[in-house]
């Protein structure tokens, strides 16, 4: 027996002697190695910020074989004989670039950085494999990274330059023409650039830079091991058994002991829920696991261990080998793989583990059960066969395999000339998601006829194991494959396969209907293959084809557009150029460093937060003495050891740090463990024991609350005119609603801190993930008793910040310094995904309840809408975030009689907080709705509705009295018409709808009003500190934060421009308390505007007493001046101060200046939707946004983008569940989907309006952070447009309820048809519900 691992990482052997079998490898690579590039963001594969390059010698192929894989799902212990490579082993700034490094970089790939090193490690992967790869081997290498800020096309546009094939926009299936050959996207002119980025002086790849593979290892791979490799460690002992013959032995001694193989299945459970198993053995190892073998004529045997790669791979192969005919189970298996998981889930996965995993969420097994695969199983006693069916599943995670058996291979045979095969799924997301419902059906039939010989239908998703429809099947055996048996067949399905209304992930009834489409695809495919073999059938309408056509997953590319600078602006002047973000190469390779980067500090503890699991209850008692019991477990604080008062203020409104008496949520922080370690501390805190009592009443929704009449004070109103008045003038009235879901704000980075005591005078030092870095200060000053002056907040960089990191982070970082305080030593918090969605909540959900009064031309007269935010158990800023949506209430609609009405519930559930767009969009997408659906009770198209109800006059008054001109608005509408060639599009959509039944295309354009700056107006200030060393450098320091959306960049455009030296001279370190106090946060799309001024007075400060300098010494360098600056003793420091506007607004009066300006834009985005599952795909977005004149549009692009693709996320995907306990079901990126590469239309086309201009802030600029987000709501109601399409065609009204966002299930049940009526409203299931509409 052995017990020395062997691996490289980065070229470096290391010798292991005591590796964890619990430890992942980004944990060591992290912690023990230090190699901090590799970020975390979720633990369970989910999100690919981990992503590593792992290559082994594979002794079947006998080469090495290169694998992108999440190094949070790898055991450490797996690596022997493996090298690993991370960022860090690519390239460096300091040695050189690895290409994919720059190019990410210098294509805008990269903002907040958190995910880069994850995107460019799957990239290196694929050139490794594939040095000239295909657009298509891109999509599918990153289709398993995530990215929250960039929207992912510029990562694209900066791969695909390794394509040796130039790309086009994939627009050929849309409307017959490539953009390639459109002269509008090629502008004519000349002060309009398209180029963003240059690729003229990239580095060429050059695989000689790469690290290669160690002979050492290669001399290891190639001798028999000869013996087991066992790794003890504190509770779970892992076997590498040394062959199959020991493993078959190991499997008889530990029959408990899960065979371990790709760990993508048993990996997230003893990551994320705690599982253990005190003895693991290894198979993949096991050559003889992995063996393919094609039989003559029968078919493949595949051997258990293969991961799913390889599988596709080998089956791609066959398919081309075999022709169609034989190879339809194939066929059908690699469409499931094409979006099974990502690529590096794929390359760990096995496919023995995803079926013995018995997850009926999986989808493999329903397709193989249905091809009628045989299961080759072997065990110490010998071996057997079984046939995997219904019966192999005995129950969730359960198998007919003995706990001493192994899966050893699978046969999957050919298909036969009259056999066919399909395969169905449809999960939250197109890719990278679990399958909601999953089917594999199979008909035979007797040859040249349509008669049925054999039919099985299995189903996953619709119980706790797989299910086969029996019944079904046999009674449509002997039958023609015709209309009679369709509706048998439906009718039978339905009476087959029910479904418990408790079963768990809820939509019983989205997923019956999935499965009655499903056998309706099925029937159309084999008519039309039956067709094609010339038998003679019936009832093929070529409108119904639409069905059986899959939507085809493109990579984003786009248009962009921007004004250049004038010609007579200096070449050295970067103010207004597309310049690259500042950290962009640190990010790509790995060097950027955030909190949880930075090394642990002597002695340092790790705090893991205790929170409550009762939504409303007294707290009885706290006993800790278990977890206080437990190895490394320093101490556990609560309420009591707060130095200074248990609360977090805000605007008067006191929050508790720690509940004290009573809990008000599920998720309400009541202590804290802290350890020596994280995993420590993680597993002592499940420990605590609470006792509660529980308290009445205890309620969760809006309806709730208004039912309670629980509201936050104050509760709002805005109003101009006469509402009532104006309703009585109206033609028509018209009463509705609408819902919009909250939203989660899944930064990359999870929040989290550093505090260091430095055990003199009580000053403490915070390395903090901090959007709001002073408030943070000003919470643990007074949490700790301790005075500012003595609490220092650093903060280096946000790993995405998106409005989550203002508030909860002050109350984290509060209780993070009282265990510092309490134990005397550094404490660090790194909230696990799961917590941090748990604990910081998000986007408030909305209800807007209106009345409007409108003209028979859709003239909108009189609106009147109430709106309800659910603001959870606290008011945090709810109350803000309701201001800002009753201000936002008008979008660009001059309602001659509007008022709004806003109140914010408090209900029992995480308090919501800020999020992009601050309840911007919220107040937007209410009076969208009554836009759209005014347009639909006319009978007229909205963009017409919307157009007559504009601003159009040159000066404009908003509903709060604010003077504004709507010109620019105006613009971006007509331009986005023109450039989106709305009204051709709109007609080809007709043509297009008429055509098809089952697939409906919908278009929707919309424009754009959004405020400026806070509206509570101390806040528009912006404070800087310059100073320029005796080297000429320049250090600039201000109270922005970057998190991604390049203050930093900016700032240092804007010094540069003014001190008239080089970028490259300036730097800025981080945000310190300590350098530029008081700072307003970095928030309300105001940061540049306030930072970029206060920098600007800073450098004009310096420059007005180098002035004189200058005079007399022209012919100084920069560096000459500033030393005789020095010894004629001129100061070269200078703060720098802006003093905004003070925007304010009289609530009372329903007036006021409540922005700075106006940031306008308008966007237009077309959908196709599938009415019989209720897929969707984006199809083409085309944005043309005002953001006056851009100090760097690749920046604002950058924003404009992400900010677009995460309100594609609001509105269509982003779900979050709650149990009706109140408990958040979704925390994680398995169960809550945010938009990855799949999500984004093919087509993204954004224009930056030229011409335009702001005398208002900084160079004529104007912020751009928020607006985009809004976007996001044309998806929304072309959807809805697409589904009224489907709804006129059978005959109903295409007036209905839709609420946001438009997932799946709502698109589905809104198409009602002759499925969704075969589960009628009335048996449709009425008990406790899974889940809650918040
Ligand atoms: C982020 C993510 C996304 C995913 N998305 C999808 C998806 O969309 N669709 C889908 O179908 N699946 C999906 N999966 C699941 C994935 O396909 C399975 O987890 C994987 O196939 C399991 O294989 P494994 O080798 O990793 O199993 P492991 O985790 O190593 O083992 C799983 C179980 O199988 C047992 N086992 C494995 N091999 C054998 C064997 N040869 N003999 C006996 N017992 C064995 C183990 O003992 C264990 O109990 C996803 C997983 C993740 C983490
Ligand atoms: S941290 Fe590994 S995939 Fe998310
Ligand atoms: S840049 Fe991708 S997550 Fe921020």
Redesign the pocket.
Known sequence: MNSELIFYINGKKIVERHADPEEMLLAYLRRKVGLTGTKYGCG???CGACTVMVSKYDPIEETVIHRAVNAC?QPVCSLHGAAVVTVEGIGSTKTKLHPVQERIAKAHGSQCGFCTPGMVMSMYTLLRNKPQPTIEDIRESLGGNLCRCTGYRPIIDGFKTFCEAQTCCQNDEINGKCCMEDDQFHNKESDISEELFNTDDFLPLDPTQDLIFPPELLLLAKQDRGEQLCFQGERVKWISPADLKDLIRLKADYPNA???????????KMNLKGTIHPVVIY?GDIPE?RAIKWKKNSGVTIG??CN?SVLKETLLKGIQDLGPEKSRIYQALVETLQC??GKQ?RN???????I??ANPK???SSILAAAQCTLHIVSYDGARELNLSEEFFTGFGKTA?RSD???FAIDIPHTGPWEFLSTFRQ?QRRE????IVNAGMKVVFRPDSNIVKNLDIFYGGVGATLVQARQTCKKLMGRPWDEKLLAEGIQLLEEEITMPSTVPGGQEEYRKILVLSFFFKFYMQVLLELKEKEVDVTGLSLDYLSALKPFKNEVPQGNHSFQLVSETQSISDPVGRPNVHQAALQQATGEAVYYDDIPSVKGELFVFMVTSTRAHAKIISIDASVALAMPGVVTFISAQDVPGQNRRLWFNNPEEVFAEEEVICVGQIIGAIVAENREQAKRAADQVAITYQDIQPVFFTIEEAIQHQSFFEPKRKLERGNVEEGLEKADYILEGEMYMGGQEHFYMETQGLIAIPSGEAGEMDLYVASQHAAYTQEVVGITLGIDSNKITCHVKRLGGGFGGKVMKIATLSAITATAAYKTGRAVRCALERGDDMLITSGRHPFLGKYKVGYMNDGTIVAADITYYSNGGCSLDESSFIMEKALLHMDNGYKIPHLRGRGLVCKTYLPSYTAFRGFGGPQGLTIIESVLHEVAVKCGLPAHQVRDINMYKDEMCYTHHKQLFSPRDMVRCWTECLEKSDYHQRQLYIQQFNAHNHWKKRGICIVPQKFGIGFSKGFYNQGAALVSIYKDGSVLVSHGGTEMGQGINTKAVQIASRILKVPMSTIHIKETCTGNVPNAAPSAASFGTDAVGMAVKNACEKLMGRLEPLITVHPQYTWKQLVVEAYCQKISLSATGFFMGPHTSIDWEKSEGPAYYYFTFGACCSEVEIDCLTGDHKNIRTDIVMDVGRSINPALDVGQVEGGFVQGIGLYTIEELHFSPEGVLLTRGP?QYKIPALCDVPPQLNVHLLSDAENPHAIYSSKGIGEPPVFFGCTLFFAIKEAIAAARRERGLSDSFSLSSPATAEKIRMACEDCFTRMVPEDKRVKSKPWAINV
């Open positions: 369970g594969g989910g799902l899960p065979l371990l193989v790709g760990n993508t299945t048993l990996g997230p198979g696991l258990a261990g799913l099974l998981a889930i760990m996965a096995t496919i023995g583990g995803n013995l995993s999986y989808d493999l395999l058996e192994i899966l999960a990278f998601a679990f399958s398995s």
